[in-house]
């Protein structure tokens, strides 16, 4: 307990969080890091065991329910349950994908049926999850390419997402920096750490 005191001593923010996990993982197992996520995830259970909604993602629900928002593929960097829960109660069918490794999902089985694909970019609380400076930011090339594929061919919306330095800014940086791609990115609530990425899209189509 001395020893994790120190280790968190004078850090604050997304840092301690990360520092948490870099400290959990050299001291335990990735078996421990899931038991704390379960712990964490569950609390948005209520007493009988069921997920409460958030009004912001019904809300989305309700936008994809109407058509407002035509959706095929759902980025998230959360590790909970949330949004596929909310979309089954209005009767989507969904794919989850859990993307921890460098894997090609573009053309898997799973991402080209007629179901909405939810892609948990940083892991799923019920299998490994990316907590650590060293794995957000671990260069993922095959994962990194299905994700120009996919967002050279589709509307990016991008709400409510904070910026970590992790696999979605190596690839829209990338795809920045190669100059020869046409993708409109929509941004709404975008947090003031992403500022410095949007001020260098310049030759993107932003709506």
């Known amino acids: 307990m001395l020893f994790r005191s120190a280790h968190l001593r004078n850090i604050n923010g997304s840092a301690r969080y990360q520092?948490?996990?870099?400290?959990?993982?050299?001291?335990?197992?990735?078996?421990?890091?899931?038991?704390?996520?379960?712990?964490?995830v569950d609390r948005a259970k209520d007493a009988n065991g069921k997920w409460v909604i958030p009004k912001t993602i019904r809300d989305f629900t309700k936008l994809v329910a109407t058509g407002a928002l035509k959706v095929r593929n759902i980025l998230t960097t959360n590790f909970d349950p949330l949004i596929e829960e909310s979309l089954r109660e209005s009767e989507f069918d969904i794919n989850?994908?859990?993307?921890?490794?460098?894997?090609?999902?573009?053309?898997?089985?799973?991402?080209?049926?007629?179901?909405?694909?939810i892609i948990h970019l940083h892991g799923y609380y019920e299998g490994d999850t990316l907590h650590t400076p060293d794995q957000l930011t671990a260069y993922r090339e095959e994962s990194i390419n299905c994700l120009k594929n996919l967002f050279s061919r589709c509307k990016l919306y991008i709400?409510?997402?904070?910026?970590?330095?992790?696999?979605?800014?190596?690839?829209?940086?990338?795809?920045?920096?190669?100059?020869?791609?046409?993708t409109n990115f929509a941004g709404h609530f975008i947090l003031t750490k992403t500022q410095q990425y949007w001020n260098q899209i310049k030759n993107f189509s932003i709506t």
Do not use: C, P
Not at 159 to 175: A, F, K, L, V
């Open 96 to 117: 989850r994908i859990e993307l921890t490794d460098d894997l090609t999902f573009d053309n898997s089985k799973s991402h080209n049926n007629e179901r909405i694909n």
């Open 159 to 182: 709400i409510g997402y904070g910026g970590w330095d992790d696999i979605i800014n190596q690839t829209i940086m990338s795809m920045v920096n190669e100059k020869k791609v046409n």
């Open 19 to 40: 520092a948490a996990f870099e400290y959990l993982l050299a001291v335990g197992t990735q078996e421990d890091v899931k038991s704390i996520l379960k712990i964490a």
